[in-house]
C-alpha cells in the first residue's frame, strides 16, 4: 500500500488536505478520517503496517496524529504536550520517533520516543550553552477580529519589562497566508525578523494569526478567499489595538514587518492607515495581476480568489496594495532578493519607486544570489542589522545592541 495526501483536482491550494492509501494490489483508494487542521504532512508508517502517522500545526504547537489504514480511527500521538514539536521522523523498523522539541523560552534540542506511547527523552544538548541566558517572556494572547471570530497571537514583551509600561511596539505579520506563528524558540530565529534582539531593545513584538492561518481548521484557513486586505487586515489591527488597551504598546511607537504575504499585508496596511511609525517590508506582492503572470506557481492566486486576473481585472486591483500607494506616508524599508521566483523582485521595485517619487522616506536593500529569501549567513545577518537600524531610528529606544 502507498500513504500520501492530495487535494481537490485542479488543487485547492488553502483548502482541505487528506491522507489516501492507495492499494497496489488491487488499484482501489480510500480517504482517512480528517484531522483537525486537515493540512498535514505525512511522517510515516508504524511497524506492523496499520497506522501511518501524520503531522500538522495544531494552533501556536503541532499536533502528531495516528490514523488507522482502514479508515476508522484517529488519535492525536502527542496529546498534552505544552512544547512544539517538529521535524518528526520515524527509524527504519517503526519503532521510535526522533523530533525536536522547544517553546518560546526553551531552546531547541532532540528527542526520541517509543511509538507505543509519547514519552520523549533528550537525546542532545546542543544548545547547552546557552540554556542559562535569559529570553524574553511570550504568551499567547487572544482578542475577536472581524465578524466576532477569536484570533490568537504571540506576544513577545521586552526583557525584564515592567507591567504597565509602554513600549515601543512591532506588529510582525507572517506570510502564506496559509502561514502560523508557533511556539518556537524566540532566539531560535534563522529568517530575517530577530524577535529576541527587538526583545533585549526594549521592543514588545506582537506575531498574529488571522483568518487565513493554518492550524485552526479549513473554514477559518480559507477564510480570506477573495478578501486579501479586507478582514484578515480587521483582525490585525484589532489584535494591535488589543496590546494598546493591554497598557504594553506605545501607540506613538509603533512599527510593523512581514515577508511574502507578510510583505503583501505591510504594503496594504501603509496604503490603509497612518498609525505605525516605520514599516519594513519584505519580498512583497504588491500588484495580484502582476505577481500572477511573473510567478512559479501560476496556480495559487487563481485557488484564492476564484478566477483568472484577465476574467476580473477590478478584483486582482482592488486587493492590490499598489493601487493604494497614493496613501502611503509611513517610511518604509522594502527588502528583496535578486533572484526571487516566487514573488519577483519587480513587485519591490514597482513599490519603491512609487514611494520615491511620491517623496515618501523609501529605502531598498536587495540581496544577490537569494531566493525567496535569505538562506546565506551573512545575507541573513545583514537582513537582521538592517531591521534592527530602521526601528531604532524610527521608534527606538536609542540604546546600544
Given at each position: 500500500?502507498i500513504?500520501?495526501?492530495?487535494?481537490?483536482d485542479?488543487?485547492?491550494w488553502s483548502?482541505?488536505?487528506?491522507a489516501?492509501?492507495?492499494s497496489?494490489?488491487?488499484?482501489?483508494?480510500?480517504?482517512l478520517k480528517?484531522?483537525?487542521?486537515?493540512?498535514g504532512?505525512?511522517?510515516?508508517?508504524?511497524?506492523?503496517?496499520?497506522?501511518i502517522?501524520l503531522?500538522?500545526a495544531?494552533?501556536?504547537?503541532?499536533?502528531i496524529?495516528?490514523?488507522?489504514?482502514?479508515g476508522?480511527?484517529i488519535?492525536?500521538w502527542?496529546?498534552?504536550t505544552?512544547?512544539l514539536?517538529?521535524?518528526?521522523?520515524?527509524n527504519?523498523?517503526?519503532?521510535?520517533?526522533?523530533f525536536?522539541l522547544?517553546n518560546p523560552s526553551?531552546?531547541?534540542?532532540?528527542y526520541i520516543?517509543?511509538?507505543?506511547?509519547y514519552?520523549?527523552?533528550?537525546?542532545?544538548?546542543?544548545?547547552?550553552?546557552?540554556?542559562?541566558k535569559?529570553?524574553?517572556?511570550?504568551e499567547?494572547i487572544?482578542?475577536k477580529g472581524?465578524?466576532?471570530k477569536?484570533i490568537?497571537?504571540?506576544l513577545t514583551?521586552?526583557?525584564?519589562?515592567?507591567p504597565?509600561?509602554?513600549?515601543s511596539?512591532?506588529?510582525?505579520?507572517?506570510?502564506g497566508?496559509a502561514?502560523?506563528?508557533?511556539q518556537?524558540?524566540?532566539a531560535?530565529?534563522?529568517g530575517t525578523y530577530?524577535?529576541?534582539?527587538f526583545?533585549e531593545?526594549?521592543?514588545?513584538?506582537?506575531?498574529?494569526?488571522?483568518r487565513?492561518?493554518?492550524?485552526y481548521?479549513?473554514?477559518f484557513?480559507?477564510a480570506?478567499?477573495s478578501d486579501?486586505?479586507?478582514?484578515?487586515?480587521?483582525?490585525?489591527m484589532a489584535g494591535v489595538d488589543?496590546v494598546?488597551?493591554?497598557?504594553?504598546?506605545?501607540?506613538?511607537?509603533?512599527g510593523?514587518?512581514g515577508?511574502s504575504y507578510?510583505?503583501f499585508?505591510?504594503?496594504?496596511?501603509?496604503?490603509?492607515?497612518?498609525r505605525?511609525?516605520?514599516?519594513?517590508?519584505?519580498?512583497?506582492?504588491?500588484?495580484?495581476g502582476?505577481?500572477?503572470?511573473?510567478?512559479?506557481?501560476?496556480?495559487?492566486?487563481?485557488?484564492?480568489f476564484?478566477?483568472?486576473p484577465?476574467?476580473?481585472?477590478s478584483?486582482?486591483?482592488?486587493?492590490s496594495?499598489?493601487?493604494?500607494v497614493q496613501?502611503v506616508?509611513?517610511?518604509?524599508m522594502l527588502?528583496?532578493?535578486?533572484g526571487?521566483?516566487?514573488?519577483p523582485?519587480?513587485?519591490?521595485?514597482m513599490?519603491?519607486n512609487a514611494?520615491?517619487?511620491?517623496?515618501v522616506?523609501?529605502?531598498?536593500?536587495?540581496?544577490?544570489?537569494?531566493?525567496h529569501?535569505?538562506?546565506?549567513?551573512?545575507m541573513?545577518l545583514?537582513?537582521?542589522?538592517t531591521?534592527?537600524e530602521?526601528?531604532e531610528?524610527?521608534i527606538g529606544?536609542?540604546?546600544?545592541?
Amino acid at each position: 500500500m502507498i500513504a500520501y495526501y492530495s487535494t481537490e483536482d485542479p488543487v485547492d491550494w488553502s483548502g482541505p488536505r487528506h491522507a489516501k492509501i492507495y492499494s497496489v494490489a488491487d488499484g482501489k483508494s480510500w480517504k482517512l478520517k480528517a484531522t483537525p487542521d486537515e493540512n498535514g504532512a505525512i511522517v510515516g508508517w508504524t511497524a506492523d503496517g496499520k497506522n501511518i502517522l501524520l503531522s500538522e500545526a495544531n494552533k501556536t504547537l503541532n499536533g502528531i496524529y495516528v490514523l488507522s489504514v482502514d479508515g476508522k480511527n484517529i488519535t492525536e500521538w502527542n496529546k498534552g504536550t505544552t512544547d512544539l514539536l517538529g521535524a518528526a521522523s520515524i527509524n527504519s523498523t517503526g519503532t521510535y520517533i526522533a523530533f525536536t522539541l522547544q517553546n518560546p523560552s526553551k531552546f531547541p534540542e532532540a528527542y526520541i520516543s517509543s511509538l507505543n506511547n509519547y514519552s520523549p527523552v533528550k537525546i542532545t544538548n546542543i544548545n547547552a550553552d546557552n540554556a542559562s541566558k535569559s529570553l524574553p517572556k511570550t504568551e499567547v494572547i487572544k482578542w475577536k477580529g472581524a465578524d466576532g471570530k477569536e484570533i490568537e497571537g504571540l506576544l513577545t514583551y521586552p526583557i525584564n519589562y515592567k507591567p504597565g509600561t509602554k513600549v515601543s511596539f512591532i506588529l510582525n505579520v507572517h506570510g502564506g497566508p496559509a502561514g502560523v506563528f508557533q511556539q518556537t524558540c524566540v532566539a531560535g530565529n534563522s529568517g530575517t525578523y530577530p524577535i529576541a534582539a527587538f526583545a533585549e531593545m526594549g521592543y514588545a513584538v506582537l506575531r498574529p494569526n488571522p483568518r487565513g492561518s493554518s492550524g485552526y481548521g479549513t473554514e477559518f484557513r480559507t477564510a480570506n478567499r477573495s478578501d486579501w486586505g479586507g478582514k484578515d487586515f480587521i483582525d490585525l489591527m484589532a489584535g494591535v489595538d488589543e496590546v494598546i488597551k493591554m497598557g504594553v504598546a506605545d501607540e506613538n511607537k509603533m512599527g510593523v514587518m512581514g515577508w511574502s504575504y507578510g510583505g503583501f499585508m505591510s504594503s496594504w496596511i501603509v496604503g490603509h492607515t497612518d498609525r505605525f511609525k516605520a514599516a519594513s517590508i519584505g519580498a512583497p506582492v504588491v500588484d495580484l495581476g502582476f505577481q500572477n503572470l511573473t510567478d512559479d506557481i501560476e496556480g495559487f492566486l487563481p485557488s484564492y480568489f476564484k478566477t483568472d486576473p484577465w476574467n476580473d481585472w477590478s478584483l486582482y486591483d482592488a486587493h492590490s496594495p499598489l493601487r493604494f500607494v497614493q496613501n502611503v506616508k509611513t517610511p518604509v524599508m522594502l527588502q528583496h532578493c535578486e533572484g526571487d521566483q516566487r514573488v519577483p523582485i519587480s513587485n519591490g521595485i514597482m513599490f519603491y519607486n512609487a514611494l520615491r517619487r511620491r517623496n515618501v522616506p523609501v529605502r531598498m536593500f536587495v540581496m544577490p544570489r537569494q531566493a525567496h529569501g535569505p538562506v546565506e549567513p551573512t545575507m541573513i545577518l545583514k537582513t537582521m542589522q538592517t531591521n534592527v537600524e530602521w526601528f531604532e531610528k524610527h521608534i527606538g529606544n536609542k540604546k546600544s545592541f
